[in-house]
């Protein structure tokens, strides 16, 4: 039970500021092991991020994170950082809790667990799940909270809020990134980071749609709206086996490239750097146009329609009626130069472009950069710099790809944290 002081401040054991994911998660675990909790945030509706993932069903773990090497699926300055929370809290771990709670989910790409549209599951049972849990842990919850001021003392923090003063032994912050401030992301966990010695690894959008400076005036707002499987690859270094391919889905859009294989590519992109899009990665399209010309007398549309079925005809069309391959529309594959059909052929292998930026945060999935793990602790997630100060989720330099990894980082860090601070309290003898 929280204490309350002759000056009227509540004590707490653990506060914990940012009810999203993390956060939620972190407050059902120390609250269920006796410890008295403050759950703070300044949001009127909670869990909004979960509430909006999926499309509204969740994506709130990936089965492939067990049994790999998880820091493969991370992108941070030090993604090995993940390792011991995702293999401390699993996939399964969270996939037990859901199923405790009879929430039906199912299975849709590549490991990826989401909430079962079709038996009426969303992401609102999984809102309900954690704040059930945390019912159990006897949280303290409070909504529409401002934190104006953060100070530690040698023996405790003070938090000075909207509500009034409390106090508390540990503090954890889990107030996310940055990505849609409209349903309350803010740069708090970095301030608050800042105000107590840590770095900040630059944070910038990820998981977002890409902008290209020619895209209007090369009249590519023409294909929005067409959707087709590509590999897509970074170029930062020279080195192939440090390129980084996705095999996913595109998605031409009025203001540039989306979907989910340019959405992965985007958190590693760097800002100046190009990326390659090859839009039949089966197919070596130069040499198999040059080994059809011996043997028909197609146009050239023809001729790539039957190589790549999977490219829609509107793409294929847009494509040849630009230069120089509009000169050979209508001539027979024949009497096409092998110069134009190499062009061709590379323009579809490995069409390099370079973005000249993003959608930024405003609709962007999950924020790159944050707290600098080299100042946490990997299995407890305290800060080396001040004792009792934890960093939980997506406000530390760790996002993961598209596919539930983000959520499982919140999960796994938060438990981190928990265990960490029922193992150190003192007070835990409820
Ligand atoms: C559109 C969208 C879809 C997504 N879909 C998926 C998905 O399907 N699968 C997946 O794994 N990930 C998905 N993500 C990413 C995932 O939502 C986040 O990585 C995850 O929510 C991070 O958890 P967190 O607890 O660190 O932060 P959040 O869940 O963002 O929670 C942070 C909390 O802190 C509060 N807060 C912020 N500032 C303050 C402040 N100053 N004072 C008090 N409180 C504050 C916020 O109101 C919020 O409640 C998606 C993200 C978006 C934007």
Request: glycine share 8%.
């Amino acid at each position: 039970m929280p204490v309350s002081s002759a000056n009227n401040t509540q004590h707490f054991d653990t506060i914990i500021i940012g009810a999203g994911a993390a956060g939620l998660m972190a407050a059902s675990k120390i609250g269920q092991s006796g410890l008295s909790v403050l759950l703070l945030d300044h949001a009127s509706k909670i869990g909004e991020k979960i509430r909006i993932a999926g499309g509204g069903f969740c994506n709130f773990t990936n089965t492939h994170i067990d049994g790999f090497d998880a820091s493969s699926y991370y992108v941070s300055e030090n993604p090995k950082f993940v390792r011991y929370a995702l293999s401390n809290y699993t996939a399964e771990d969270f996939i037990s809790l859901v199923k405790k709670y009879q929430i039906p989910f199912t299975e849709k790409h590549r490991g990826q667990l989401f909430c079962d549209r079709v038996q009426k599951a969303s992401s609102k049972d999984i809102i309900e799940m954690l704040l059930k849990e945390c019912q159990l842990g006897q949280v303290n919850l409070k909504k529409e909270t401002t934190v104006e001021a953060i100070t530690k003392t040698a023996s405790h923090f003070s938090i000075n809020s909207s509500l009034g003063c409390f106090t508390c032994n540990h503090l954890i912050i889990a107030t996310g990134g940055l990505a849609i401030p409209k349903i309350g992301a803010t740069d708090f966990g970095y301030q608050v980071a800042k105000q107590f010695g840590h770095t900040i690894i630059p944070t910038r959008p990820a998981l977002v749609a890409l902008h290209f400076d020619f895209w209007e005036q090369e009249g590519f707002t023409e294909l929005a709206g067409i959707s087709l499987p590509v590999e897509i690859s970074t170029n930062f270094s020279k080195k192939p086996k440090d390129r980084i391919t996705f095999d996913e889905d595109l998605l031409f859009r009025h203001k540039g490239l989306s979907g989910p294989g340019v959405l992965q590519i985007s958190s590693y992109w760097v800002p100046g750097k190009t990326i390659t899009i090859n839009f039949a990665p089966k197919v070596d399209i130069q040499t198999a146009l040059i080994t059809l010309k011996t043997e028909v007398k197609y146009h050239l549309e023809r001729a790539i329609s039957e190589l790549v079925p999977a490219i829609p005809k509107r793409f294929i069309q847009f494509w040849l009626n630009r230069a120089p391959f509009c000169e050979y529309l209508a001539t027979p594959l024949p009497e096409i130069p092998h110069k134009i059909l190499e062009q061709l052929g590379s323009s579809l292998n490995a069409w390099t472009i370079s973005p000249n930026g993003t959608d930024g945060h405003k609709t962007a999935e999950a924020t790159r950069g944050g707290v600098n793990t080299k100042e946490l602790n990997t299995k407890t997630m305290e800060s080396k710099l001040t004792e009792n100060l934890y960093f939980i989720g997506e406000v530390v330099d760790i996002v993961g790809w598209l596919g539930g990894y983000n959520f499982q980082w919140a999960w796994g860090s938060a438990v981190c944290a928990a265990n960490a601070i029922q193992e150190k309290d003192p007070h835990l003898s409820k």
